[in-house]
């Protein structure tokens, strides 16, 4: 059994949180005391029935105010698979919280109302999902029963969401027709649309393949952390701690310490008690190499058969997150893996209208904020564009007098 | 391209190992919060997966109520010996003495909420800057949405308002003299999760996890153990029943489960099928539906 993360970018007026709520319920995700909890509260659907979205509203304000602040993350497996939802709110001052949670999914679920069809914020939520390159992608037309259940309303927004899907460059898009207030595609196939024969939602999530691990010769580790335990019987013992970023480490590959250069060979790979043979993608590790090698924390051991970015001016797309404005004057810090280093934005070349996507002139960026600026950093960093290799493609950066993260990174192209 | 995909339990202790890395990488003075639950027990054998055959790069802090199943204490005691790490334990009673809280009276009197205190001072008085804890998302709606690396400020307040956002596997550790950070390297199991893990590793665990033959008062409509820390009176009356408890909290707060379940197997079909959610058998969250995000922000683990 596997994991799939997958976020969803919807507003309360799309059902959202109903469709999560769904998600959880019909899954028999909902414990007992969480269903007393969720029927003791006086918040009950037109016709009388639980409101599901509360069981996606976490904090008070966000019960208060009737709206998601925050991204929540929720679990439910089924036999085939365990689920972690991010729960993002939608609306454009919550850009930054759609981008976290996108940040590490593997799909995402549009929503669509099928009363409005695509709207502005089906353009701005396709956009972010194409600018994190989340590469598997639902779209559900929700409230179907709104719409008498109508395959020529369902045809319509399909495709008028193509052509949107074309130009953002998403070619793996999936649409559903649902009711997640009534249940209709969630869970259950539904009885009310017999011209649809696709599969519900949940067959989806359970059967679609997201691996989207790259060839062994991507093999990247960020230094966490050196075993030296220099006890007696462990003398020489040095071991390099971290996870696997991408690609596959073997006993023996050839191996190159970024950015010094320096190479080696893998001589025994460990997983605490186990030696196994290979060090696959998202596995935490300790390589052992067979020549001493100056390592510490924030090095990359990569594959010789393919080397590393090795840069201090980059190109980059940016999500501003801070309330405080980009400041040019500034020396923020960055942060790579496991590598933090002094950064500036050398310059703005544009900011992107995200619910246009549009491309304008810009002095600064505020929060929520996304665009390409140029970066100039004080050590050079090895890392991956983004489109390749997104685990070793990405960023933060940090204000380093409130340690805030302010920003996130994506790298692109060579400045 | 790579065949094999990595197992549910593989990937959640890849992730877990991870982050108690980037804690040894960032922070100077970590701390690893111990209870003698079975999370924070996880958590001491992904620290040993993730440093062995160094030493752990942190203490492990008890924060010890004084209210204890004294299974717990027998346990820490025995696996603090067994790993050759440093163990720092923080007394509740200390506060107490001390006049900075006072013991709640009454029918529900628990020193749970006193913990918050002791462990405040704890964190204080040797200056540490992290504490990895073994919350987990799963148990309830505020921690739903709380950051891997939890920034708390200096009187231990949680700002749900003011979190970073937490992107990719990047994590954020700095912070300002006086803050600390809370750190939850198992934030993404769930409680069967856990406990299909420590079946997968042989773990140990606290006899008290088992169905044993135990002497209860019924509180609240739950399963309390009969013992000096509860106030009990006339109308409370002892039966001997065959229970297990689900959480390993103050023995004033933590509620008992009827079960026959004293194998390991026998537990995780009984969470499979229960109907009750874990923190159902902590009175502590009772109290309002906004209990645990008053308590977090308040400083509470």
Known sequence: MDILKFFTAGSVDDGKSTLIGRLLYDTNSILADQLEALQASNRKNDDGTIDLAILTDGLRAEREQGITIDVAYKYFQTEKRKFIIADTPGHIQYTRNMVTGASTAKLAIILIDARKGVVEQTIRHSYLVSLLGVSELAVCINKMDMVDYSETVFREITQAYEALAAKLNLNKVNFIPVSALKGDNIVHRSDHMPWYDGSSLLYFLENVEVTGHLPSVYARMPVQWVIRPQTEDLHDYRGYAGRILSGTFKKGDAVTVMPSGQQSVIDRIEVFDKEPEQALTGMSVTLHLKDQVDISRGDVLVSSARLTQQTKNIAADLCWMDQKQLDHSLTYLLQHNSKITKCKIADIQYKVDINTMKKEGADTFHLNDIGRVELKTADELAFDWYDENPANGAAILIDSRTNLTVAALMFREAV | ?301
């Open chain 2, 1 to 301: 391209m790579q065949a094999q995909k990595l197992d549910y339990l593989d990937e959640l202790e890849a992730e877990a190992i991870h982050i108690l890395r980037e804690v040894a990488g960032q922070f100077e003075k970590p701390a690893l919060l111990f209870s003698g639950g079975k999370d924070s027990i996880t958590l001491v054998r992904l620290a040993e997966k993730a440093f062995r055959p160094g030493k752990f790069p942190f203490p492990l802090v008890h924060i010890d109520t004084g209210h204890n199943f004294e299974e717990t204490i027998i346990y820490r005691d025995q696996m603090v010996e067994r790993l050759g790490e440093k163990l720092i334990v923080g007394y509740v009673q200390d506060a107490i003495d001390q006049g900075k809280v006072l013991e709640q009276k009454g029918k529900n009197a628990s020193r749970n909420a006193l913990q918050t205190v002791t462990l405040l001072d704890t964190i204080a008085e040797h200056g540490f800057d992290a504490c990895i804890g073994g919350a987990r998302r799963d148990e309830e709606k505020a921690r739903a949405k709380e950051r891997i690396f939890s920034v708390r400020d200096e009187f231990g307040q949680w700002d749900p308002k003011r979190q970073r956002p937490e992107l990719w596997n990047i994590y954020n550790g700095r912070i300002q003299k006086g803050e600390n950070v809370r750190v939850f390297p198992i934030s993404n199991w769930t409680e069967l999760d856990v406990w299909n893990y420590i079946r997968r590793e042989k773990m140990d665990l606290p006899s008290i996890y088992f169905a044993h033959q135990r002497d209860c008062i019924t509180r609240n409509g739950q399963l309390m153990a009969a013992s000096p820390y509860l106030n009990m009176d006339e109308e409370d009356l002892i039966v001997s029943r065959k229970v297990r408890f689900r959480t390993v909290g103050d023995m004033s707060c933590t509620a008992a489960v009827a079960s026959e379940a004293d194998q390991i197997d026998d537990i995780i079909a009984e969470i499979s099928a229960s109907k009750i959610s874990e923190r159902g058998a902590r009175l502590d969250d009772k109290v309002s539906e906004a209990a645990m995000e008053d308590r977090k922000k308040g400083g509470y683990f």
